[in-house]
Structure formats: structure tokens, C-alpha cells
């Protein structure tokens, strides 16, 4: 989620027992009734749903994840929050807490059932990003994923071809999924409040890809070399990785720079590079 200042608050859970924000954890807790509701609706879980939280921290909103969902599963790095969590749901066949790090979770452990898992998290901003690239390598399980993040990735998530904030980010998720900037969420809603805006986003991984990469990784590779070099045009920053000659056999213009380039352009340039490899 989002960055968040020093004053981080001693918070009461439910059982009494009192915790201390986490910074290290990125611990934002969710207190506005009307937002949590918001989001609850937006995802509207139902009983057929599978349901993964990642960091639900103090429940805010697993509370009607659970009454809502078939199955709820919760990933929670912080020990005091999966014990107080996972007594809370002691009584509710449909819960499980899972106390451990989102990015060593194993998702095939939940279920090998094709578009079947819901992801929900108002996730920790600072790994925000490697939680979507992990869940990006598992797309083919997930039906949805809604999260809230810090404003400025969302931003980035969604930006097309030619938007200052078109990138890496957006280019490798959309190549993926289907993105969506559903609302935006005010610091004032959480406890502690972070320094930055968040908002709420969606995303549908596809179930017939609109563009396909010969090599997803390769995909992937071009595109980070494009934009580390972001002042350069094509041609420059990509000479490392494709020869001269099939540099100037691309049906793409090479003279552009990289956000003016589409991700279907991007799909083209990979997939020669991926050809030349294989001859
Ligand atoms: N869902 C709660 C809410 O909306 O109030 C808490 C959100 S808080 C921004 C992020 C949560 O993610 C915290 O509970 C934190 O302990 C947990 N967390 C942080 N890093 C994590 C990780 N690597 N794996 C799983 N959970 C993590």
C-alpha cells in the first residue's frame, strides 16, 4: 500500500489485546466503515468463491470476506496478527490463517483449478510490485485480484502508450491482465495514515490473451531494457540484445522512444529476438 510516517499507532484488536503498527510491515490499517464497505461490494464474494487475502492484518475486511466466501485462505507475515486472526476464526470451517511472506507462498498449494482463486489485499506498498510480478507467474489460477496500492502504481498500472506514466509496470500487467482504477481511497482512512493517496484497483488476468509472446520472459527482458534506458530511442537501447541486422528488419520503428511504443510493438521486437536465439 503506501508509505506511511512515523506516528504509528497502538492499536486495540477485538480480543483486547493491544498491537503496535509495524512499519517494517507496512502496517496502514483500514478504519473508514464506508470504504471497507466499498470494497467489499466491488468485490461482491460469494459462496462458490475461493478467496485469498494477502495480509489481512487486524481483518477489516476479512471479517465479510469470511461470511461471504466458500473458502477464504489469509496469508499474514506479522505472527501476532496470524495468532489473534487465527483464534479469531477458530470456530469458522471456511478460514484458513496462514502466518508467513506472500512472496515464498506457494500458490499451487491452494489449488490447481484453472481462473478459480479471488486475490484480495490492501497490500504493504514497499513490496507491492513483487507481489503483482509473483502473482503475474501464477496468472492462469487467479480469476480476479483486487488490490489497494498506493496511488502512483495504480497510476502506472494503467497507463497506456504515450501517458507519462506508461512503463514497465503497466506493459507487463496488461500484457497479463485486464486493468482497472476503480476509486481512489483518502489517507484520513486509515490508521496510521499514510503520507500518500491510495486507491482501489482490478485485475482480470485473460482467458484468451489479446497479444502473445513466443517468450513471456523474453517479453519482459525487452521491455526493461527499453525503459532503463528511457531517454534513448529503440534502436540505442537495444542493440545488447538484438543484432544490427534484424534491429532493421523490425516492422516497428526503431527511431521512437519507449513509451510511444504499443505492447503489441513490444511483442513483435521480443519475438524476433526470441527467433534469432532459436536459428
Ligand atoms: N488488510 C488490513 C487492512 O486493510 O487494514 C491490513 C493492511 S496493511 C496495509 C498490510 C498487511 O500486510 C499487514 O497486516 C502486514 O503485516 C501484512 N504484510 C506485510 N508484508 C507481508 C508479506 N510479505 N506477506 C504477507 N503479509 C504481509
Redesign the pocket.
Known sequence: ?SGSDKSHSNVRLDNGMRHQA?KR??????KDAAIIARIIDHINAQPSDHVLE?????G??TESLARNAGRLDC????RD?ARYLDKYFVNNDKVTIIQ????KFDLDSLTDKPHSLRVIG???YN?STPVLFYLLRKHELINDMTF?LQLEVVQRMVAGVGDKNYGRLGLMLQYFCEVEHLFNVPSSAFSPQPKVASAIVQLRPHRQMPVQAADADMLQQVIRTAFNQRRKTLKNSLKGIISEAALQDLPVDITLRPENLSLQDYVVISDAISSQTEA
Open positions: 500500500m509495524r510491515f507496512g502496517q496502514n490499517f483500514l494477502i495480509g489481512p492484518g487486524q477489516a475486511l496469508v499474514e507475515l506479522d496478527l508467513q511472506d506472500i512472496l490492501n497490500l504493504p513490496i489497494m
